[in-house]
């Protein structure tokens, strides 16, 4: 069963987030689902085009009371 | 996944420069291009290990990416190492100058790199100065 592991990348600016998630996508397995918490406006725009760039699957993003959540499957 | 060359050239050792280098070496070799940073003149001395030398602000945005919590440049660079195979040389003119040796700089650094070196692989991709 694979898990979904929260990444809260709150209160940091472009790239931090994106970086955040790229260090836990490297520590994940193929199948885990990861939810990013960003409250950078840019980052939340960047880091969906990472994940299509890259070729992992975008599986949710939405905005919740000024913070993002970015929910990614890692494929590869 | 086409992947294009990216050759980054650092000179400036203003923190504003430094932190949009560290970006576009980052999010660069992150998307999967082969990124070079090449590190000459005043932005070589940041990466002596043990260096305690901030990089000074040249304006109020770098004021404000201290104060805010922006991400640290040296920190960016070595993740541009980590997470996306990112080469950085230090520029050969500028170690025997500063009279540092590879193994004085950070470990994310590579050998040191001509220019002559550096042109001829910049001359297929993107080329960007700070």
């Known amino acids: 069963m694979s898990e979904r ?3 809260d990348a709150k209160n940091t600016f472009c790239p931090g987030p994106l970086m955040e998630l790229i260090g836990q996508m490297k520590m994940a397995e193929i199948g885990d689902e990861l939810e ?3 409250t950078d406006q840019g980052s939340a725009n960047d880091i969906p085009e990472w994940i299509n760039k890259v070729g992992h699957e975008m599986v949710d993003t939405f905005e919740n009371e000024g913070v993002w959540h970015i929910v990614v499957k890692k494929t590869k | 996944m086409a992947s294009n060359r990216i050759s980054v050239m650092v000179t400036s050792g203003n923190r504003e420069q430094l ?18 940073v090449f590190l000459s003149m005043n932005a ?4 002596i290990k043990g260096s305690s030398e901030k990089a000074s602000a040249e304006g109020e945005m ?12 040296m920190e960016l660079f070595g993740q541009a190492v980590e997470y996306g195979d990112a080469k950085i040389h230090p520029c050969s003119m500028a170690v025997d100058i500063l009279e540092v040796k590879q193994d004085d700089l950070e470990d994310f650094v590579s050998e040191p790199l001509g220019l002559t070196s550096f042109l001829s692989d910049a001359a297929e991709g993107q080329v960007w100065h700070f």
Request: aromatic share 8%.
């Open chain 2, 62 to 73: 770098g004021i404000l990416l201290a104060e805010k919590n922006a991400p640290d440049f």
């Open chain 2, 19 to 36: 932190q949009m280098a560290a970006m576009v070496a980052s999010v660069g070799a992150v998307m999967g291009n082969d990124v070079t």
């Open chain 1, 36 to 38: 990013i918490l960003s």
């Open chain 2, 44 to 47: 070589l001395k940041f990466f």
């Open chain 1, 5 to 7: 592991k929260l990444v």
